[in-house]
């Protein structure tokens, strides 16, 4: 169990059962500043990644998150419950080793923006969609030089080679793979790498961000309401999103 927990997350057994947690084996949780970076220690001892990487941040807001999130654990250690270590553990073991191919999945993300896919009924939705979306198409044109194509229904929408290129170069700035990993993760979350690069460039606060993303599902809920298991599974993926947003942030 030690050994699992030294690669900073416990292994998960068959997904399709209950993954047995392990047991907290440790009492104290310190953030050490070294060479490396800030450090998190669990009675002393450094945590590593799942292939073995050190686990260290690059500055202390991200690390004291991350050991709070060790600190929080009970008799049990949950991963689901550590949202900040997840995505540091993914910079660490991924991103930071090959930062060019998130960079090209964001990418994607230019060409199949949420932002861009309008509702074309009712007239209420589709108000509400522009209400909530024009200005970020207008942001997009004033930031980067170029205009967001958008259009009602499902089929796909050609975006202009210009202004793909335009966020391809705005992602080549991206050189920090804590930073890119949390655009990523955001826009993911979201569907939308607009969204995303608003919250990075302060267009949009997390919070924000979070509620233009759910327009549609704030629509279907305002009609038929919302049951507990998918209110648990949007606030567990704002938690995810609010990690991100403390990536974006250093």
Not at 139 to 152: D, H, K, N, Q, S
Request: a negative charge; zero cysteines; hydrophobic letters at 45%.
């Amino acid at each position: 169990m030690r050994d699992e927990l030294q690669q900073g997350l416990p292994a998960m057994s068959n997904p399709i059962l209950k993954p047995e947690l392990p047991k907290r084996f440790y009492k104290d949780v310190t953030v050490e500043e070294t060479a490396g970076g800030f450090e998190i220690r669990l009675d002393g001892r450094p945590v590593r990644t799942p292939i073995r990487t050190l686990l260290a941040l690059p500055d202390r807001t991200i690390a004291e998150a991350v050991a709070a999130e060790w600190e929080g654990q009970k008799t049990h250690i949950d991963p689901a419950t550590m949202p900040v270590t997840r995505l540091a553990n993914t910079v660490l073991d991924g991103v930071a080793n090959d930062p060019a191919a998130t960079r090209d999945d964001l990418a994607r993300y230019a060409e199949t923006d949420l932002i861009a896919y309008r509702a074309d009924e009712p007239e209420r939705l589709v108000a509400r969609q522009a209400e909530a979306w024009d200005p970020l198409a207008d942001w997009v044109e004033e930031r980067f030089g170029a205009r967001l194509a958008t259009a009602a229904g499902v089929m796909h929408v050609a975006q202009n080679p210009a202004t793909v290129t335009a966020l391809r170069a705005r992602l080549a700035e991206e050189i920090d793979p804590f930073r890119l990993a949390g655009l990523h993760q955001m826009t993911t979350l979201t569907g939308s790498l607009i969204l995303a690069l608003a919250v990075a460039e302060g267009r949009l606060d997390v919070a924000e961000a979070w509620r233009l993303a759910h327009v549609d599902e704030d629509w279907n809920i305002s009609l038929w309401g919302e049951d507990e298991e998918a209110q648990a599974r949007r606030a567990s993926r704002f938690t995810d999103m609010r990690a991100a947003d403390l990536f974006l942030r250093r």
